[in-house]
């Protein structure tokens, strides 16, 4: 009897297994039963060898001089036409217009969508994707492009080698609040429910991305949610973007990622990815590790104060030096006297002959 309960019960696994529903119908979760250690299990990519995010480690990254800065394109150009917020259960985000692009990469790449990962403890308790050193970021910005000179849409280049280009962003918090962000947080409450999505003003892309585009860390990965596409050239920037602690609460607790109809509300928090296995891929940079390094306000002043301790100290020894020639002076005229009339006496040396300029 016990056999044969055994028996139908592998039967029935055997046959769910077999009729499990296509990859695109799996609802995947972050945690929970297709958590991120599942997902392999369901997209056979998540457990392929060139995945993303992953931890940079600054010392093992290597440079290259051909990475040039990227170039927006069309970015602060929005127009009037309203963006669409959307919150698609995993994540918050933002169509973007298809004049909207990215320069500087090895083709042209067109505008998609652009969306944020983030975490539920506050500053400090992780969020980001990608990692520096094995240190997260509190949250990070994901803007997402299509090869479009090889592709003629996302969902073709999206599973084709070199398809994406997804520009990651490292938020962090301050006390400072970031205007530009406000353009996304203040409309979180329209789309608090999985599958809601709202026209929001447009606004200036540009503004949410560092000052600073020209440094960095570039790698060849994937799509960080399944299906898990290994289709992405990653450029990570160096600089951080920095937003309030209040901007990161509000991100990380007004959004859910159950739908408005469903009873059991559940928040869209630690939406983010555990980093991968680099394998056998490397880290490039835009940038050598004497640039990349910046120097906090304190180096700053230390080396500022040091330069003048430096100068007037020079100026100090110059005029002591100064100031003991001319009290040597005199003794020296007189030495140099004596030698000239111990030496006058001796026969005039001839001159040398006027030298002809050639
Ligand atoms: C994308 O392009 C492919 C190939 O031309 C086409 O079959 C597909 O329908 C297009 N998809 C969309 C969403 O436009
Ligand atoms: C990404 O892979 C391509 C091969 O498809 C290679 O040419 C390129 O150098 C790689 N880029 C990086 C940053 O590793």
């Not at 979760?29 to 995010?53: D, I, K, M, N, R």
């Not at 996304?184 to 809601?196: M, S």
């Not at 399944?226 to 309030?244: A, D, G, K, M, N």
């Not at 020296?332 to 111990?342: I, R």
Request: proline share 6%.
């Amino acid at each position: 009897m016990d056999f044969l309960c055994l028996f139908i019960l592998l039967l029935l696994l055997f046959f769910q297994w077999t009729a499990a529903p296509a990859a695109a119908e799996i609802s995947w979760t972050y945690t929970g039963l297709v958590g991120q250690t599942e997902w392999a299990q369901y997209f056979p990519y998540c457990g392929a060898t060139s995945q993303s995010p992953v931890d940079v480690v600054t010392t093992q990254t290597k440079y290259d001089p051909s990475l040039i800065p990227l170039t927006p394109l069309g970015y602060n150009q929005h127009g009037y036409k309203p963006f669409t917020l959307f919150n698609n259960g995993h994540t918050a985000g933002i169509l973007l217009p298809e004049w909207m692009g990215v320069s500087g990469l090895p083709w042209l790449f067109t505008a998609v969508q652009m969306h944020l990962h983030w975490g539920s403890g506050g500053p400090s308790y992780g969020g980001s994707e990608h990692t520096i050193n094995g240190l997260s970021a509190d949250a990070e910005l994901h803007v997402v492009h299509y090869n479009s000179e090889l592709y003629p849409n996302m969902s073709t280049a999206m599973t084709q080698r070199n398809g994406l280009a997804v520009l990651g962003i490292l938020i962090v918090t301050g006390e400072e609040t970031n205007l530009a962000f406000n353009n996304i947080l203040n409309y979180l409450g329209r789309v608090r429910h999985a599958d809601q999505s709202v026209s929001i003003p447009a606004f200036d892309v540009q503004s949410l991305l560092p000052k600073d585009l020209g440094r960095y860390y570039r790698y060849n990965g994937s799509l960080t949610t399944p299906p898990c596409y290994q289709s992405v050239i990653w450029t990570l920037f160096h600089e951080r973007v920095q937003i309030s602690k209040a901007q990161l609460l509000k991100m990380e607790t007004i959004l859910y990622s159950s739908k408005a109809e469903e009873k059991d509300r559940m928040l869209l928090q630690d939406n983010y990815r555990e980093t991968q296995p680099l394998n056998h891929r490397v880290i490039f940079t835009s940038f050598t590790a004497e640039s990349g390094k910046e120097l906090s306000s304190g180096e700053v002043t230390a080396i500022v104060i040091g330069v003048m301790c430096g100068c007037v100290g020079l100026a100090v020894i110059v005029r002591f030096i100064v100031k003991t020639i001319r009290m040597n002076e005199p003794e020296k005229k007189q030495d140099v006297d004596l030698n000239m009339t111990s030496e006058g006496e001796k026969k005039e040396e001839p001159s040398l002959p006027p030298q002809t300029e050639p």
